[in-house]
């Protein structure tokens, strides 16, 4: 006996593999990780006594080729200097997104855990000291979705975030406020229920039940899972033509459907983005909900509710699985999905995904409410080029301003842009059509739209210059400065000298687990900067 089964039979249970592969990768391997193997044809599933048993020699062949060989493959490519400790790749899924860290999607951000390894009260072999204590002030200059505000008031540090879109802001604050969860929750189940019972026209709904039945039908019979998504991995099937070819069959059945029940899925206008990328029935959704929306009296409630509009949204715009987080063109018929590898259909109504996102939302908020501290927090929209820190604080929160004022800043955690990558005000379009903000595009620093010639370049580096030239006034002598990018046109020992900062170390990290189809080698630097 070995690890709890006996080695000697190939067939194994899940719960028996999961112990085998926790000891052989030192780590939890639970029963949905083997799972999601058997999910996505990495390995294969046998029935056994009516169990579900898996081989144990194909088990151990799939994690000594990935086990350590992932780690040896990046550095060649990426250099030996990569720190693989902060890849985090121990943590699941539901580590890296936890509580309200997934209250809205955010392209860029970075995970809480490494924030946590910087901020909290740990040393290790790479970080040999301390650089924050509790009560400390953190200040993120380019704050985003508020990840680094969130950790730090986990770990009793207060913190400041700036940030030039109105919608950043938003999503920040809301995950930092305290509510009042009985009536948050009757909000909730109120909007929840004139969502479900706002009437659809008839043919409508004839037509969507037919079209998933058939759905289901040919998924099964032409990409039965897991063994198509195997085939796929093992190589045994042109993925592109087969797809192709089914894909043009189901269309046939679809154009079909639409003509027998006279559906119009295009809008009447194409002018903004909610015109453009919604069928007319999402759309009609979209305005009655946000129509009770505005009527909500508690503004803390009116903002989540906000909140969770937009993350439904984005998630029911008409495209493809594997393109919504960069846009191609809209998707309104039947595709084959990538991502999922079967025939894949739009989202025509957006009530599964609010009553889903409604509740998550709830049930995410009120798990940081349980571990959040007591201490102070201000989410300050505001060009980091030039905004006075303690006036804007003062406007927020007495108690922090009267703390930053005597002591000042102890420090900075932040992640600036890289060089044309994302537009940030771009990439949640839908939410400014959807709640009128004002975009405020033209300060962005180092966006995707100006691209990475060399007058991008030195335009991003000024501004990054600016900056913590800016930030500076505000912070303690000798204050910690961490600074997450991917230098990858090493500007950032030029950016530290003009702001007059010092690099006194780096650490860099793989950046892996990204939801890009681009999973190519890639990592960031961390740089401790000291004034």
Known sequence: MANGFCIDENLVTINEAC????????????????????????????????????????????YRSFNGSREVAWKNKLGDDLNWNLSFDNYRESDTTKHVHRLHPYKGKFIPQLVEYFLDDHIDEFKKETYFKKGDVILDPFMGSGTTLVQANELNLHAIGIDVSSFNCLISDIKLEKYDFGKL???????????????????????????????????????????????????DIDEKKYSAEKEAEFLKIYHKLLSKYKIKLEQEKSETFLDKWFSANARHEIDFIFDKIRKIDDKKNKKILAVILSRTVRSCRATTHSDLATLIKPQLTTYYCYKHKKICKPLFSIKKMFNRYSYDTLNRLKKFDSIRSDKFSAVIPADSRNVDIQSEARKRNQKLFERISKDKIDGIFTSPPYVGQIDYHEQHAYAYDLLGYKRKDELEIGPLIKGQGEEAKQSYADGISKVLTNCKKFLKKNANVFLVANDKFNLYPQIAARSGFKIVNQFKRPVLNRTERDKSPYSEIIFHLKG
């Open 185 to 235: 929750t009757e909000t909730i189940k109120d909007l929840t229920t004139k969502l479900d019972n706002l009437e659809s026209d008839n043919n409508f709904c004839q037509f969507e039940k037919e079209l998933s039945d058939n759905l289901t039908t040919f998924n099964i019979k032409y990409f039965p899972s897991p063994e198509f998504k195997r085939q796929i991995y093992q190589n």
């Open 19 to 62: 112990k085998w592969a926790s000891s052989f990768l030192n780590r939890t391997i639970s029963t949905t990780n083997i799972s999601y193997l058997i999910q996505y044809g990495k390995i294969r599933k046998h029935k056994n006594d009516d169990q579900i048993k898996i081989d144990m020699d194909e088990l151990k062949k799939y």
